[in-house]
Structure formats: C-alpha cells, structure tokens
C-alpha cells in the first residue's frame, strides 16, 4: 500500500520561531524515520506529507494515498488534533487511529471525564477553571491537582500542580491560564500508584498490550509525572513492566481502561493513564488516542517493548487494525465527487 505520513515535525516550528514549549508535543525527524522503516519491513510504500497545511496543498495538487498514517498533533485551536483526519473525511481517504470526533473531545480532560464518569468508570472529581475567580467556587477537599486542560506530553505539569491550599491553587491556576490562555482542570489529588496501559484494536477488537508502572527516581520532580520528568525520562524514570496475572491492582486497571477505550470510541492503537486512590483503587486519568511513536522515547512503543512486542509488530498491529475497520466500513460518499472532493468534475 501506498502510505502517507501525516505529522508535525518539531525543527520546522521551531524554525519558524516558536518556543520549546509550544512544540513540546511535535515530532523528532528519528519518529518520521522510524515510521518510514518500519512501514518499508512490513512491505508498504510510505510517502512524507507532513502537517495540515502540507497535506492540503498535496491534496489540492491531485495526490492520493491509499491509507494515511496519522500522528500529527496541530498547533492551533482546542480540537487541533482533528483537524488532519477531518481534512482527509472530506477527501474520502482513510487513516490510523481515531476520527475528528474522539480526538476532539479527548484533548479536552474535563469532556472526557465527563464520558467515562457517565460510563461508569472511575475518575477523581473535578472542576473547570475558565476565569481565576472560579477557583473560589471549587468545593472539593484539598490536596487538589491542577493542569492545562489541552494539553498532552505534560505541558504545564509540575510539583506547583500539586496544591495544597486555596493560595497555591489561585497561583497555579493564574500561571496556567496565562501561560496556556485555556481552561484549567481541578482535580482530586490521587496519590497512589501510576500506570500507563497500552493497547490496539477497535471496538470488541480492542486489546491490552500490557501496563507500566511509572516509578519516580529521587532526581525525578516529586510526585507528577511532569513535563521536565517526560522530556528526560531516560535519568529520571524507570517504567515498570506488570502482568495482571501477578498483580491484581494491575488487573484492575487494564479491565478499567479497557471498558474506557470503548466507550470513548478510540481506534487501531494508544495509551491510557490511570492513578491509584488514596484506597488503592486505580483511577481514570486521561487517555492518548494518537499517542507518541518515537520507537525508544514514547510511551507506547517503551511499554509494547517491555511486553514483548517490537516496533515492527506494534506497527504491524495498528495498520491492519486500520486496513479491517476501511474493509468493513461502506465506500466513503466522497467518492462521488470523482477521485476526491477537490477534484469535483464539472
């Protein structure tokens, strides 16, 4: 098959003049790469397309793939995650992971808490801070958890996330809302364990690769699992591996977040963070339906790794997931403009 790659290369923003911080979620030229060999082994033609912008003026210009491999993160807006896989709706021509439904909703933590809460599986409780008056208005017991609410990689994750009191809490909700210019979610602190579980498939397809725990060393941000802690993890991290067999809290999370990727409607591939209560009772955290594929940095392909499945199978899995879903799903309506719906006959 002939493959596009979809992604946000991090060099180029920078390039372009913004800061570490803004392009923090973008992608390294080795994850491009990675996805290039890997693609190559398992006997498909991958074909660079790059961001949003780049695949419109390739789909303007009259190119097609036959299936597009989606990891591009967006810059703009608080649904930036959706906007390549609608673009590509438009077109008819499909793609990896999950629609611009789910990858809307699912950028934005207190919305998907809101579903999962409905859905019956456990998360802490919350508030939104839209404006830093709302602080005042929250009335859940203290230590509270604070962070962006669209955001992903950690931005705005720190041991100031932790806050103690309602002083602590108005400053970190008054620095997060400058710095992010979004909503802040307020949560319930959960100071127990912290598990980050894996899967692939779709639906009743849908499967655990395995759990890790995340395990802070002393030179490690105390606490959070933060930005500074995920940017240098390789120093400040030790991930490890749990069977379910073996450890019944573990058990208890994977049947947990299994029931959340469901409900949620995510596709072909990704991650789920869950934290232990103050019972040990293991806690919706957030979920990443279009998780970092950095062959040795990301999350997902480290934990797949540890569960005895490599790069290429984890590639493997997530494009054959994809290539059932088109196979099983009507032609696309756009088809009916011609070759695309750019290309619309007279």
């Given at each position: 098959m002939k493959i596009g790659l979809t992604y946000d290369l991090r060099s180029e923003y920078l390039?372009?003049?913004?800061?570490?911080?803004?392009?923090?979620?973008?992608?390294?030229?080795?994850?491009?790469?990675?996805?290039e060999n890997a693609l190559r082994e398992l006997g498909h033609a991958p074909v660079r397309i790059g961001h949003a912008r780049q695949l419109v003026q390739k789909l303007v210009s009259g190119e097609e793939w036959d299936l597009v491999f989606n990891?591009?993160?967006?810059?703009?807006?608080?649904?930036?995650?959706?906007?390549?896989p609608a673009i590509l709706d438009v077109y008819g021509i499909p793609y990896t992971f999950s629609d611009p439904l789910v990858l809307a909703l699912t950028l934005h933590k207190g919305l998907t808490k809101v579903i999962v809460r409905d859905g019956g599986v456990p998360t802490p409780d919350f508030a939104l801070v839209e404006k830093l008056s709302d602080v005042e208005r929250i009335n859940l017991p203290y230590p509270l958890f604070a962070k962006p609410v669209a955001e992903g990689t950690g931005k705005g994750v720190s041991?100031?996330?932790?806050?103690?009191?309602?002083?602590?809490?108005?400053?970190v909700c008054g620095d997060l809302l400058k710095t992010y210019q979004q909503p802040v979610l307020v949560e319930t602190f959960l100071p127990g364990r912290e598990f980050t579980i894996g899967f692939t498939g779709t639906g009743d397809?849908?499967?655990?690769?395995?759990?890790?725990?995340?395990?802070?060393?002393?030179?490690?941000?105390?606490?959070?699992?933060s930005?500074?802690?995920?940017?240098?993890?390789?120093?400040?991290?030790?991930?490890?591996f749990l069977r379910p067999t073996d450890d019944p809290v573990v058990r208890q999370a994977?049947?947990?977040?299994?029931?959340?990727?469901?409900?949620?409607?995510?596709?072909d591939g990704g991650r789920m963070d869950l934290r232990c209560d103050a019972a040990g009772k293991p806690n919706f955290m957030e979920v990443n339906p279009l998780a970092g594929m950095h062959p040795e940095h990301s999350d997902l392909p480290i934990l797949s790794?540890?569960?005895?499945?490599?790069?290429?199978?984890l590639m493997r899995r997530i494009v054959d997931s994809a290539i059932r879903r088109i196979e099983n799903s009507p032609p696309s309506k756009a088809k009916r403009f011609?070759?695309?719906c750019g290309q619309r006959k007279g």
């Open positions: 390039a372009a003049g913004y800061t570490e911080d803004e392009t923090a979620e973008f992608d390294r030229e080795s994850t491009v790469e990675g996805l990891i591009a993160e967006g810059m703009c807006g608080i649904a930036r995650e959706a906007q390549v041991p100031k996330s932790k806050a103690k009191d309602l002083a602590a809490l108005r400053q397809e849908a499967k655990v690769i395995g759990t890790i725990e995340v395990l802070l060393l002393a030179n490690a941000e105390p606490e959070v699992y930005y500074t802690n995920k940017e240098y993890c390789e120093d400040r991290v030790v991930y490890k994977e049947e947990i977040a299994l029931k959340a990727w469901r409900i949620l409607g995510c596709r790794k540890l569960a005895g499945v490599t790069y290429l199978e011609g070759k695309s």
